[in-house]
């Protein structure tokens, strides 16, 4: 059973800092989704990372993928309030029963002045 | 917006009723899927449905069911509620029904349900 963890689950960063947050999975995956969640709305598409090493940046977002080591990382540059929310990894699961997306818990991010 | 419709918003029912959600993918998607996210389970899948079959089963109550219509909208059926129903529950859609091209998820605003 595919397994997907993040950490941390809670971050509180000041504006203008870096940090990064990490998303680990059990099994063999190439494919991993970041979505952002704003409290009480939906989830909204961040970034597809299709292959081992792909990495892609939305402003200050970057977002890359090791799959040998089964492992993504979002990595938030000098943060601003506007990136208040929470931040979930999803991997593609090729089989099973658990559906084509295994979500993180995802990380609770809160930027503050 | 992600093109994916979901219906009520919100509802406020009482323990043992039913209650049916109701989701329209995107246009052309032909994959729906059903989660449901709650405080300390955070998002747990329910079940895909692809061109009116379903495809994928996840961690669905047995009062829980749900179906894809031929014009591929898809319902969700919760009876006898109780409170730990409690949950938003979120409409997903993809094009495809197994990896695509990017596997992405379109999700909808989602139904907050509020059972007391």
């Known amino acids: 059973e595919l397994k997907v963890e993040q950490n941390p689950l809670f971050l509180s960063m000041q504006e203008g800092k870096n940090y990064t947050i990490y998303c680990n999975y059990s099994t063999t995956s190439d494919r991993l989704y970041w979505y952002r969640q704003d409290p009480g709305k939906s989830l909204e598409s961040l970034f597809v990372l299709l292959s081992n090493g792909a990495v892609k940046q939305e402003g200050r977002l970057m977002a890359s993928l090791d799959t040998k080591a089964r492992l993504s990382t979002l990595h938030i540059t000098a943060a601003v309030h506007d990136l208040s929310a929470t931040y979930f990894c999803a991997v593609l699961n090729y089989g099973g029963s658990q559906g084509n997306l295994i979500f993180g818990k995802g990380t609770k991010l809160s930027v503050k002045p | 917006d992600s093109g994916v419709t979901q219906t009520p918003k919100h509802l406020i029912t009482a323990t043992g009723q039913r209650v049916t959600l109701r989701c329209s993918p995107r246009s052309g998607d032909l994959s729906v899927y059903w989660y449901q996210q709650s405080l300390d389970q955070g998002l747990q899948f329910l079940i895909q449905?692809?061109?009116?079959?379903?495809?994928a089963k996840g961690n669905i109550l047995e009062r829980f069911s749900a179906q894809q219509f031929p014009d591929l909208h898809s319902e969700l059926n919760l009876s006898s509620l109780e409170l730990g129903d409690s949950a938003l529950y979120f409409c997903a859609s993809s094009a495809l029904d197994s990896p695509t091209l990017t596997g992405e998820l379109f999700f909808g605003e989602g139904s907050r349900l509020t059972v007391l």
């Open positions: 449905y692809y061109n009116g079959e379903e495809r």
